[in-house]
């Protein structure tokens, strides 16, 4: 089993801003396009922004201007820049990603994967 693993979460007032970090394991070889979900108490999971190998991104409207997806030269590490913080931004994010390679032991390839979670609450 493969997983992300998310950091940077937490309490913040509303104007402020976190930068959320989400890692995948060594043995991934490449991923296609990463992406940032979240999901506030009694909602469903929805979108916040994804980004291709190339660097295209694309991001909900509720947060356009906002935040900002990005990833490392390798590609196998996103992070989500979110300033501004309202408190309708109040979610657990999870961190995905899809079309992803891994080598152990062989080759494996997972349409996606997901890390734990991490909370983020903006207070009024």
């Known amino acids: 089993q493969v997983h992300l693993v998310e950091s940077g979460g937490g309490l913040v007032q509303a104007g402020g801003s976190l930068r959320l970090s989400c890692a995948a394991p060594?043995?991934?070889?490449?991923?296609?396009?990463m992406g940032w979900y979240r999901q506030a108490p009694g909602m469903q999971r929805e979108l916040v922004a994804t980004i291709t190998t190339d660097g295209s991104t694309d991001y909900a409207d509720s947060v356009q201007g906002r935040f900002t997806i990005s990833r490392d030269g390798a590609g196998n590490t996103a992070y989500l820049q979110m300033n501004s913080l309202k408190p309708e931004d109040t979610a657990v994010y999870y961190c995905?990603?899809?079309?992803?390679?891994?080598?152990?032991?062989?080759?494996?390839?997972?349409?996606?994967?997901w890390g734990q979670g991490t909370p983020v609450t903006v207070s009024s």
């Open positions: 060594g043995s991934v070889v490449s991923i296609s396009s």
């Open positions: 995905n990603a899809h079309e992803v390679v891994v080598r152990g032991g062989g080759w494996s390839t997972y349409l996606d994967i």
